[in-house]
């Protein structure tokens, strides 16, 4: 079955499933999404040719015939990298959410939300299209004040970064909800993923994999006064093969709302591998015109003891940070930001390679200025530059909203974009327009066309380019039989 | 001579036309005049054509012709016919007149003549022509006898001890004569809408406090919970129009239903306390407090245009939207002042340690449109073009992509298909150009930023050199931090990948 048809019977079947799981249900209410985009573009190979055949290019270097800088390593062949072939990717995807309650048993409801994707283009190229059909949670619920029960596949929201896996979960409310406490456990999924790490979907590189899914449990406890706030978690992943420990960690978030200030931070700490994670202190001052951030954190990456990234000692980086909105007028809102960040000594010697960034800062800017109810500018400006990369941009937008029906904007931007790594300094200019119609508060058609002109700065002809004409189009639509939902009735008594 | 006649003629038109024209107007504006006006009283009934005063010498005594006003059980009207002794087309030009087949209280009065002469009489025993005195309630003060009208209201409020014009008197004194709008069964949709606002209505406190206590009856409970004087004009369709808490309200319950009254059209002004800076992120202990209070005007439909997550208690307890009650205020969901264009930056932690507080206004699908995105999504959390300027945030972790996208499926799937990954034998093709001994020298770069390496580099792509078995160079990729006893005890099949059985004790 093709991609084009398997998705097509896909997205019938999820429709079908939908109208007759509904019937079972006094209520329900579903979400979906259709958007599908077509993009071009080409590739970066490698190719090589006899060592005889190269030549010493106009700079100095060894070239192709054709003038291919090329990398020779005293064999028999040298090997450079030059543009592909034009590859066509038409990712499309229909998304669906879908609670249905009204069982029989109060405070029972069923949650689904889950995916069709596929890439109809001929070159099958685009990312996470494999497979057609992904269930992202699914699960049914019993609530009442002071119980929470979930058992399907379920998505805990967590510090530890959001944890998908198949199994059950049970919450207590005590004191009227300023305690909470929770605990879980199930076979988890990939981070980050909708599919088990044993999915080949998963491993594009043909890496090693653990030969079954991670059996996850954890526990969450979380206290909440008026003002003050504060969770605790732990999770533990084990491999069922030979019960080894995939990783063990524990976090702390806790935040207060001293009026004007807002204050927020967190920390996790790796217990598998005995170190401080990430973390990070947010304040914030808030006043009716402007609200300014300051906070400072600590990112340090996490691996899983199934790959042998976590013995590689990745170092973390420190960094502040300052933030501020200011509605100038009542028409002009600006903001800026910025970060300044440095990496903890990665004790290395690089004699070879001398000179590498150690830290880095961003800093961006912008403002929206409301010319009218219809008519709005956008503009942003930007700069960062750091270990791998650097950049500058600018973009704009000019939107036009003639009524509550119909929106459209033109937007555009220009990017500079070296790398620290590589000669193949990128420059961009992009412009696009978008309209969308809405339909009552439901229904939402939008379409969207950009054009990226991208040009790579390289002596050789090597320089690959990501020029690309991208067209995108969706519909999203929401319907139920929820009568405490949209519509609402107007604000204002009307004659009747 | 031709041209004078043209003249006269032109003259002439021009005299009839403007005469016609002055006609037309005064007409419009006599007409304008005799028509009810909004602001009169709907009740009012045409002109009674009787000239009362032409006939006043034939009929010395009201009673004559108006027997029931006194006397219960005759008629408050003549019989046509003695009006036919006189107007027999001999004596008198025959008439053709029929009196009101509705007796009185026409409309919406309280007052009926004989109800009203007992009530006189019995209060002043001593005095009892005073009930008999049709003058005092049908002429005006120095009118000829027969110089009768309607019902002079200014001098029933005089006789009932009120002052001021009908309209000004207080709220109260309108049950003195009139029935409840919903007992006069007469009046019509249309009249009712054109009764007068009393200027009590006008008070600035009137409309989100005053009237309530004004409305307030002599009970607290049953018919009488509900003052009379709203009554007269307001049934309990009116209140629906904003009051969602009707059902509850032992004021409005009192008023009946009918559906002649119509709905209220003004606008309804917020509180006070909703101007305050404070009260977006304060509302919701106010309404724990108070929130008998909020169902005045909001339903649980008020609070679901932003509480569209779990509901609180509050908002379970709120009445919804339905018969018997007010839609509830509609509301504009309003971000608070807290989510900054910034604030997705820096929401993980609120979120995590008050998750409830985000459940108040988002749903899961607001989480999952960000955390697990779909192929082909529009991007909403990343700048425009994010794909082509992602490097130098990817690179140093702005945000941990982590958290959103999947190494594998997200970056080393796009790259592959970009031609990025590692497709050979490391340093042999030289992606990494700008430096020519990369390969040897990478060290900093991939402790700095080893999550970027994954999204191209595979594991074997390490060990061919770190690897202290099969072939590798053994160099050591251990760095700061690494806790070789920890993490042998942990997941020793991790220190076999490089050291097979061989596995140091420490480092």
């Known amino acids: 079955m093709t991609p084009r048809r398997a998705w097509i019977a896909a997205t019938a079947l999820a429709v079908c499933a939908i109208s007759s799981a509904r019937l079972g249900a006094q209520s329900y209410r579903v979400r979906m999404d259709a958007r599908g985009q077509a993009v071009s573009f080409r590739d970066l190979v490698v190719d090589s040719v006899l060592a005889t055949t190269v030549v010493t290019g106009p700079t100095g270097g060894l070239v192709t015939p054709d003038g291919y800088a090329v990398r020779c390593s005293g064999g028999t062949y040298c090997y450079f990298t030059r543009p592909g072939d034009a590859l066509r990717g038409i990712p499309v995807s229909t998304s669906a959410s879908v609670i249905l309650w009204g069982l029989g048993v109060p405070g029972l409801t069923i949650n689904a939300t889950g995916r069709l994707v596929a890439d109809l283009g001929p070159d099958d190229v685009w990312p996470a299209t494999d497979p057609a059909g992904q269930l992202i949670e699914g699960y049914v619920e019993y609530r009442r004040p002071s119980i929470i029960a979930r058992g399907g596949r379920l998505l805990l929201a967590s510090r530890l970064e959001p944890l998908g896996f198949d199994g059950a979960s049970v919450g207590g409310r005590f004191r009227e909800g300023s305690i909470e406490v929770t605990g879980y456990g199930g076979w988890g999924l990939a981070r980050a993923a909708v599919l088990p790490i044993t999915s080949p979907a998963l491993n594009p590189l043909d890496e090693f994999r653990p030969a079954k899914r991670q059996i996850v449990f954890g526990a969450e406890a979380a206290w909440r006064s008026s003002i003050y706030d504060a969770r605790a978690e732990y999770r533990r992943e084990v491999d069922p093969q030979d019960y080894n420990i995939v990783s063990e960690r524990t976090a702390l978030s806790v935040g207060a709302q001293l009026a004007p200030f807002h204050v927020s931070g967190s920390i996790d700490y790796n217990l598998a591998e005995a170190l401080v994670g990430s973390a990070d202190l947010v304040v914030t001052y808030i006043q009716p015109r402007f609200t300014v951030t300051g906070g400072a954190r600590r990112y340090k990456p996490f691996f899983s003891l199934w790959s042998l990234f976590s013995a590689f000692s990745p170092v973390p980086y420190n960094a502040v940070n300052a933030s501020a909105d200011f509605k100038a007028t009542s028409r002009l809102t600006l903001h800026g930001r910025g970060e300044l960040y440095h990496y903890q000594n990665a004790e290395v010697s690089t004699a070879l390679v001398p000179d590498l960034e150690e830290g880095g800062w961003r800093t961006s800017g912008g403002g929206t200025l409301v010319l009218n109810p219809q008519w709005s500018v956008d503009a942003n400006l930007g700069f960062e530059h750091g270990p791998g990369a650097a950049s500058r941009f600018a973009d704009g937008a000019v939107r036009w909203s003639p009524n509550a029906k119909y929106t459209f904007d033109v937007h555009g931007g220009a990017l500079d974009r070296p790398l620290e790594l590589r000669f193949y300094d990128a420059t961009s200019l992009w412009v696009g327009a978008r309209g969308e119609r809405q339909f009552g508060s439901d229904y939402r058609l939008w379409a969207e066309a950009q054009v990226v002109h991208d040009e790579r700065d390289r002596p050789d002809p090597g320089a690959s380019s990501l020029s690309q004409f991208r067209i995108r189009t969706g519909v999203s639509a929401s319907f139920g039989t929820s009568a405490d939902r949209l519509p609402l009735p107007p604000a204002r008594p009307t004659r009747r | ?507």
């Open chain 2, 1 to 507: 001579m031709s041209a004078r006649r043209h003249l006269s003629t032109r003259l002439l038109v021009t005299a009839v036309g403007a005469a016609g024209l002055a006609a037309l107007v005064w007409g419009v504006d006599a007409l304008a005049a005799r028509a009810p006006t909004a602001v009169t009283h709907g009740a009012r009934a045409p002109e009674d054509r009787f000239q009362h005063s032409r006939h006043a010498r034939l009929f010395p005594f009201c009673t004559t012709c108006h027997a029931g006003v006194t006397q219960a059980g005759q008629a408050v009207f003549p019989n046509p016919t003695a009006c036919a002794s006189c107007h027999d087309g001999v004596i008198q030009q025959r008439v053709t007149w029929q009196p009101r087949t509705t007796g009185l209280p026409t409309r919406n009065l309280r007052f009926t003549h004989d109800g009203h002469a007992r009530a006189v009489t019995a209060r002043n025993p001593a005095d009892s022509t005073v009930a008999r005195d049709c003058a005092a309630c049908h002429n005006e003060r120095g009118a000829q006898r027969m110089e009768v009208r309607r019902t002079i209201v200014n001098q029933c409020i005089a006789c009932h001890g009120h002052t001021g014009p009908h309209f000004d008197l207080p709220s109260q004194a309108c049950a003195t004569c009139h029935v409840p709008m919903t007992a006069a069964r007469s009046l019509t949709r249309e009249e009712i809408g054109r009764f007068p606002k009393p200027r009590s209505h006008d008070a600035p406190d009137f409309m989100l406090g005053g009237h309530g206590k004004a409305a307030r009856g002599s009970a607290t409970s049953g018919p009488a919970a509900v003052s009379a004087n709203c009554a007269t004009c307001h049934a309990q369709n009116f209140c629906i129009t904003c009051h969602v808490n009707a059902p509850e309200s032992p004021v409005i319950r009192a008023l009946a239903m009918d559906d002649r009254s119509p709905p209220y059209t003004g606008t309804v002004p917020a509180p006070p306390s909703h101007h305050t800076p404070t009260f977006l992120r304060a509302h919701g202990k106010d309404a724990q407090r108070t929130g008998a209070n909020c169902t005045t005007c909001h339903a649980r439909e008020s609070c679901v245009s932003c509480h569209i997550g779990v509901q609180s208690r509050v908002v379970n307890a709120m009445p919804a939207a339905g018969p018997g009650r007010g839609p509830g205020a509609q509301l504009v969901r309003a971000m608070p002042a807290s989510h900054s264009p910034e604030f997705r930056e820096h929401h993980g932690s609120q979120a995590n340690s008050r998750p409830t507080s985000c459940e108040t206004c988002h749903v899961r699908a607001t989480c999952l449109d960000c955390h697990r995105p779909d192929a082909t999504r529009q991007n909403t959390y990343h700048p425009a073009q994010f794909l082509t300027r992602h490097p130098s945030s990817a690179y140093s972790r702005e945000a941990n992509c982590s958290d959103c996208h999947n190494a594998a499926q997200f970056c080393q799937s796009c790259h592959k298909q970009s031609g990025l990954v590692a497709t050979a034998r490391l340093g042999r093709v030289g992606y990494h150009d700008a430096y020519p001994g990369f390969s040897l020298g990478h060290g900093q770069a991939a402790r700095q930023t080893l999550e970027s390496c994954v999204a191209c580099h595979a594991e074997r792509d390490c060990t061919a050199c770190h690897s202290a078995v099969s072939g590798g160079f053994r160099f050591s990729p251990h760095g700061p931090g690494f806790n070789a006893d920890r993490m042998r005890a942990k997941n020793p099949t991790l220190c076999t990948a490089c050291h097979g059985t061989s596995i140091p004790k420490s480092r």
